[in-house]
């Protein structure tokens, strides 16, 4: 079955800094991979995802993605970070045979001024 | 581009009462959409696919008689929550994917906004 794991449940850091929010993947075959961003009391945002091609993907808000097959991971990226990041962010593998989204357990960012 | 709607966003009944939640593809069609429950910092639990025409699939453990799902066309989706007690107050989020079989949205999920469901 497929899956992701998530293995912080938050991450901190400073206004202007790099971030990255960890995510390996568990699959049988290719893997689609998603991330989306929640704010509170609200829905999913779509931030970006991997079918195929390049292994960086460009996103919303600045957000970049690495597809590492190697490792099984699609780490989440941003060279800068915002107060206005602060949020929790998902990361997802489409399920190929029933088509639906595996979540992982959601990584809290908090972005300090 | 690609934006799913829920209505209600907030609502409150009394125990015993139905509550029906609708969610909307506003820009593209759907032959697939999703319902999820979101409990306190929790991750999204699939209850059920609903496709286009068709019965929509639950997920173990969901009451199909409880939560009925209606897909009646490319762009909405209807979540009635029958006979609602305090236990079902949750967090409900829709979601649609994008039919097109090729370009930037395919193959995406789009979420709604979420209905906040308290029963009292």
């Known amino acids: 079955a497929q899956s992701v794991a998530q293995p912080e449940d938050q991450v901190n850091v400073a206004e202007g800094n790099p971030l990255t929010v960890k995510c390996t993947y568990s699959?049988?075959?290719?893997?689609?991979l998603f991330w989306y961003v929640q704010y509170p009391n609200r829905g999913l945002q779509f931030l970006l995802k991997y079918i195929t091609g390049d292994n960086l993907v460009k996103g919303s808000y600045g957000f970049e993605a690495e597809f590492n097959k190697s490792q099984t991971s699609f780490h989440l990226k941003k060279p800068s970070a915002l107060v206005s990041d602060s949020a929790l962010y998902f990361c997802?593998?489409?399920?190929?045979?029933?088509?639906?989204?595996?979540f992982g357990t959601g990584t809290r960012l908090l972005v300090s001024p | 581009g690609a934006v799913v709607s829920q209505h209600p966003s907030r609502v409150i009944c009394k125990s015993g009462t139905s509550v029906k939640i609708e969610c909307r593809s506003l820009?593209?069609?759907?032959?697939?959409m999703f319902w999820y429950r979101q409990f306190p910092k929790q991750s999204l639990m699939l209850m059920a696919t609903s496709n286009e025409g068709s019965k929509a699939t639950y997920e173990q453990g969901v009451e199909k008689d409880k939560f009925l799902i209606n897909h009646a066309s490319l762009t909405l989706s209807t979540l009635t929550v029958t006979s609602a007690h305090p236990e079902d107050s949750s967090f409900y989020i829709c979601?649609?994917?994008?039919?097109?079989?090729?370009?930037?949205?395919?193959?995406?999920?789009?979420f709604g906004p979420g209905t906040r469901l308290t029963v009292l």
């Open positions: 820009d593209f069609q759907a032959t697939t």
């Open positions: 979601s649609a994917r994008d039919s097109r079989t090729s370009g930037a949205r395919s193959d995406t999920q789009y």
């Open positions: 997802a593998v489409r399920d190929l045979t029933f088509q639906k989204l595996v």
């Open positions: 699959v049988s075959g290719n893997p689609y």
